[in-house]
């Protein structure tokens, strides 16, 4: 009864660590102690989460609340199934070591004569077992915190300088920031965006370019993780483009909240820059930006983003989803691609290959990459996706600079 009412106040305290985060229901002053409740109570949940979700797969990208209480109440039940097979197990081969022992008696008796006085012998498969065994726990403690911790909040500005052709000179050195996938939701903090927020404000850049994913998990992410954006300041403003995640949480919601931060959204759309700023008309001096729809919710509809944009023109693209580039033919025209998406893969282990992604996506990891006729500058985001962690790929954001070739 007692092992029974123990693992029911632990999924019960599990479960609510995860949906007072999930639904965002903590005041503000609470948020950052709540995401971290919520990144260790996920991760506490996830092997048993894996087993749940060959059962309780997600519908049209969220949870149901079946499936939040079954994991997390049945997650201490899974631990303690766990642990009684393991002691089983560990009975079977202490059985087994101690058969073994009996046959070296006569050295252990030998060893129990020359010990001194009040010492006491360990032989040594015992202290390498206790040794490995204490390394292992304060190694994945410490990997515990550095993932979900430590990386995710080592914001970085990555900087690129990048040739254009037909760049105008007005326009020669102009610095593009480039933010994306910042995720808030209940693994990513309104603090952790603002305080990006603030480094990409602090850049003084030319033009602020914003690639998709602004929210996580739930539709009461909408209102404040797009709306925290309309602080974001530059010169000639901010332009973006929606993610996979705007058309989970609601793509007319999100259009919506867009339109009253002021940003242009331009799935497949396009906007001109020239030294006095943007406008729906091509003018001399001027360069296109140019906006995709998200390649798994939308279309990719390049005529209809780069309409009535003089060949001559250099166009600069935005799309969430860098595999965008596969499909750039060698006819036409892109001169630099921004996107987002694949968080740098989030978690990457030498010598093992990310998970997660599509073999075409795993060639557009993040930074300066080449596609078959474009370039693309691709971030490895500022928040999180999947799961609540970063291993080896901070977040960052880019500081662009453009030359005329």
């Given amino acids: 009864m007692k092992w029974a009412a123990g693992s029911l106040l632990a999924g019960a305290v599990l479960l609510?660590?995860?949906?007072?985060?999930?639904?965002?229901?903590?005041?503000?002053?609470?948020?950052?102690?709540?995401?971290?409740?919520?990144?260790?109570?996920?991760?506490i949940t996830l092997p048993f989460r894996m087993l749940v979700f060959q059962f309780l797969p997600p519908i049209n990208h969220h949870y149901s609340m079946l499936h939040f209480m079954v994991t997390c109440l049945g997650t201490p039940l899974f631990y303690l199934a766990v642990a009684l097979l393991g002691w089983r197990l560990f009975k079977a081969v202490a059985c087994l070591k101690f058969r073994s022992q009996a046959r070296h008696e006569s050295v252990r008796q030998a060893a129990r004569a020359e010990k001194p006085a009040?010492?006491?012998?360990?032989d040594r498969r015992t202290f390498l077992a206790q040794a490995g065994a204490g390394a292992t726990l304060v190694a994945s403690g410490g990997l515990g915190v550095y993932s979900t911790w430590y990386a995710p909040s080592q914001l970085k500005v990555r900087r690129y300088t990048v040739p254009?052709?037909?760049l105008p000179e007005s326009l020669d050195g102009m610095r593009i920031i480039h933010v994306s996938d910042t995720h808030y939701g209940p693994y990513n903090a309104l603090s952790q965006i603002e305080q990006a927020i603030a480094t990409a404000n602090s850049l003084r850049g030319d033009l602020v370019v914003l690639t998709g994913d602004y929210v996580h998990f739930t539709p009461s992410s909408v209102k404040t993780g797009i709306g925290v954006l309309s602080t974001l300041k530059a010169k000639y403003g901010a332009v973006?483009?929606?993610?996979?995640?705007?058309?989970?949480e609601g793509a007319a919601y999100c259009r919506r909240t867009f339109q009253r931060t002021g940003i242009p959204l331009l799935d497949n759309d396009r906007l001109f820059l020239n030294a006095g700023g943007l406008s729906d008309t091509p003018a001399?001096?001027?360069?296109?930006?140019?906006?995709?729809?998200?390649?798994?919710?939308?279309e990719l509809e390049f005529d209809a983003a780069l309409r009535g944009v003089p060949r001559d023109m250099a166009r600069l693209v935005l799309s969430h989803n860098p595999v965008a580039a596969?499909?750039?033919?060698?006819?036409?025209?892109?001169?630099?691609?921004?996107?987002?998406?694949?968080?740098?893969?989030?978690?990457?282990?030498?010598?093992?290959?990310?998970?997660?992604?599509?073999?075409?996506?795993?060639?557009?990891?993040?930074g300066l990459c080449?596609?078959?006729?474009?370039?693309?500058?691709?971030?490895?985001?500022?928040?999180?996706?999947g799961i609540p962690v970063r291993f080896r790929v901070y977040p960052e954001i880019g500081e662009i600079r453009l030359v005329r070739a």
């Fill in 16 to 43: 609510g660590a995860i949906m007072l985060s999930e639904k965002l229901l903590l005041p503000a002053w609470l948020e950052p102690a709540g995401r971290l409740a919520f990144r260790a109570a996920f991760l």
């Fill in 118 to 122: 009040g010492g006491v012998i360990v």
């Fill in 164 to 166: 254009i052709r037909g």
């Fill in 240 to 248: 973006a483009v929606m993610g996979n995640h705007e058309h989970w």
């Fill in 284 to 298: 001399a001096g001027s360069v296109c930006i140019a906006g995709l729809g998200d390649y798994w919710e939308d």
């Fill in 326 to 366: 596969e499909y750039v033919g060698p006819g036409r025209r892109v001169d630099l691609m921004f996107s987002g998406h694949t968080h740098g893969g989030q978690v990457c282990v030498p010598g093992l290959p990310v998970v997660g992604l599509s073999k075409v996506e795993r060639k557009y990891l993040g």
């Fill in 370 to 385: 080449t596609g078959p006729h474009c370039r693309l500058v691709v971030s490895r985001g500022v928040g999180m996706a």
